[in-house]
C-alpha cells in the first residue's frame, strides 16, 4: 500500500489548510491512520490519529482544540483540518497507517506516506 500526503502549502499566522493522506494500492478502511509532524532539527512527533470507522480520535495537546482528524473510506482518504494556525506548526506532515494499534508511537506504524510542507508565517 502506498500513501501519499497532500495539501501543505505556505500559510500566514491564524489561517487554516486542510491535509489529505490518499490510500493507493491497499485497503484503507479497516486501518488506524495518524498524522505526524516534523519540524527541522526535531524529531517526528504525533499530531492525531483516527480508527479503522472514524469513531475514536486522538490529538496532541499542542494541537486539540484546532485541528480536526476524518476519514471518508469511500475514498480512502484521511483528512487533517488545521485551523488557527501558528508559527510552531511549521513542519514536514506525514500520514501512516498501523495494524490495529491506536497510539502515539510511531515505530508501530507500517506504512508512511512521502510528507507534505506545511509553512505559517508570523
Known amino acids: 500500500v502506498q500513501l501519499q500526503a497532500s495539501g501543505g502549502g505556505l500559510v500566514q499566522a491564524g489561517g487554516s489548510l486542510r491535509l489529505s493522506c490518499a490510500a493507493f494500492g491497499g485497503t484503507f478502511s479497516s486501518h488506524v491512520v495518524g498524522w505526524f509532524r516534523q519540524a527541522p532539527g526535531k524529531e517526528r512527533e504525533f499530531v492525531s490519529v483516527i480508527s479503522a470507522s472514524g469513531g475514536y480520535k486522538s490529538y496532541a495537546d499542542s494541537v486539540k482544540g484546532r485541528f480536526t482528524i476524518s476519514r471518508d473510506n469511500r475514498k480512502n482518504t484521511v483528512y487533517l483540518q488545521m485551523n488557527d494556525l501558528k508559527a510552531e506548526d511549521t513542519a514536514v506532515y506525514y500520514c501512516?497507517?498501523?495494524?490495529?494499534?491506536?497510539?502515539?508511537?510511531?515505530?508501530?506504524?507500517?506504512?508512511w506516506g512521502q510528507g507534505t510542507l506545511v509553512t505559517v508565517s508570523s
Open positions: 501512516a497507517r498501523s495494524t490495529g494499534y491506536f497510539g502515539t508511537n510511531t515505530n508501530r506504524y507500517a506504512y
